[in-house]
């Protein structure tokens, strides 16, 4: 079983859909969740982090996660074509490394 | 808005060549990492660093790698004798005391071995 799973998608919505992405994951261990975007051929930039269970918006982006169910949410409201990129989660165990281990990311096409 | 910065954005080497990926992290940023990417697979944890050290390190990051903070803005990383199969994207993050979950990387550098 892979630790971390994403649809690779491509998902492709409308310009001001309600997008939803999501992870599973196997190990029970890890604390702390970050969803990354990247567009194609740069670096994953940081767009949200949480600990541990529940929500936390930021604009347009809100993250859930349900640690019962080893389940991670990113929605974003009112899609913009700017926002059509690959969203890779990510997550750690609280130790000194700080390993981040990645989904293999979803690609996401928003329709103007 | 500060940024970690990487050079080159490509290096192409021939196999059996040592190559310098060379990285500026965020200047009060206290942790660095490297963290690859093949073409079409995920991103992949090679190395942590803090206070000189190696923090952690995954089994890709074999006695080929090393890396250094030369001074008190570079981090590198160096690949001694470079396979075919060491053809990625490799990126350079860090993050700061406090908030060491939250890792900001670089625009990468895209090595090809020939």
């Known amino acids: 079983q892979k630790e971390v799973e994403q649809d690779p998608g491509p998902l492709s919505v409308p310009e001001g859909a309600i997008v939803s992405l999501n992870c599973t994951y196997s190990?029970?261990?890890?604390?702390?969740f970050m969803w990354y975007r990247q567009y194609s051929r740069k670096g994953p930039e940081l767009l949200m982090y949480t600990y541990s269970s529940g929500n936390k918006e930021d604009g347009r982006f809100t993250a859930q996660v349900d640690k019962s169910s080893k389940y991670i949410s990113l929605f974003i409201r009112d899609s913009q074509p700017s926002d059509s990129a690959t969203y890779l989660c990510a997550m750690t165990l609280n130790n000194a490394g700080n390993m981040l281990t990645f989904g293999g990311g979803t690609r996401l096409m928003v329709k103007p | 808005e500060p940024e970690v910065t990487q050079t080159p954005s490509h290096q192409v080497t021939q196999m059996g060549q040592e190559v310098i990926l060379r990285c500026v992290p965020i200047?009060?940023?206290?942790?660095f990492y490297w963290y690859r990417q093949i073409l079409g697979q995920k991103v992949e944890f090679l190395v942590s660093f803090y206070n000189n050290e190696i923090s952690e390190k995954s089994e890709i990051f074999d006695d080929q790698f090393s890396v250094e903070r030369p001074d008190g803005s570079n981090f590198t990383l160096k690949i001694r004798s470079t396979k075919l199969e060491d053809s990625a994207m490799y990126f350079c993050?860090?993050?700061?005391?406090?908030?060491?979950?939250?890792?900001?990387f670089g625009p990468g550098t895209r090595l090809t071995v020939t």
């Open positions: 190990n029970s261990a890890f604390q702390y």
């Open positions: 200047s009060n940023h206290l942790y």
């Open positions: 993050a860090s993050s700061e005391r406090g908030r060491v979950n939250e890792q900001y």
